[in-house]
Nanobody, 126 residues
Framework: QVQLVESGGGLVQAGGSLRLSCAASGRTFSSYAMGWFRQAPGKAREFVSAISWSDGFTYYADSVKGRFTISRDNAENTVVLQMNSLKPEDTAVYYC???????????????????WGKGTLVTVSS
């Protein structure tokens, strides 16, 4: 059973940066693709970024490409989302997620992953 705990959210001004971390339990962390999703007030949850387990390939939503960077440390069982050049529209609860089922990007993008953290709030002021 994988448990995920996010940290690093907070309040930042537009143009600033935040670094979100996700600590995962479980011995097979390195076998899971990991991702970040977000849900803004009154909106549906959306895909932000993911990183594969096998080759570290990364995926990004168009809205964050060039500003956000996802990385993972399998030795430390952590995945990090570095967020730069933040905009007010990035305000949301950010969720760390794990894919323990071996799905692919198309599934992640439209349906998410199967294990979720409780989320961390990111607020970007204008």
């Amino acid at each position: 059973q994988v448990q995920l705990v996010e940290s690093g959210g907070g309040l930042v001004q537009a143009g600033g940066s935040l670094r979100l971390s996700c600590a995962a339990s479980g011995r097979t962390f390195s076998s899971y693709a990991m991702g970040w999703f977000r849900q803004a007030p009154g909106k549906a949850r959306e895909f932000v970024s993911a990183i594969s387990w096998s080759d570290g390939f990364t995926y990004y939503a168009d809205s964050v490409k060039g500003r956000f960077t996802i990385s993972r440390d399998n030795a430390e069982n952590t995945v990090v989302l570095q967020m730069n050049s933040l905009k007010p529209e990035d305000t949301a609860v950010y969720y760390c997620a794990a894919d323990t089922l071996g799905n692919n990007y198309d599934i992640w993008f439209y349906y998410g992953m199967d294990r979720w953290g409780k989320g961390t709030l990111v607020t970007v002021s204008s």
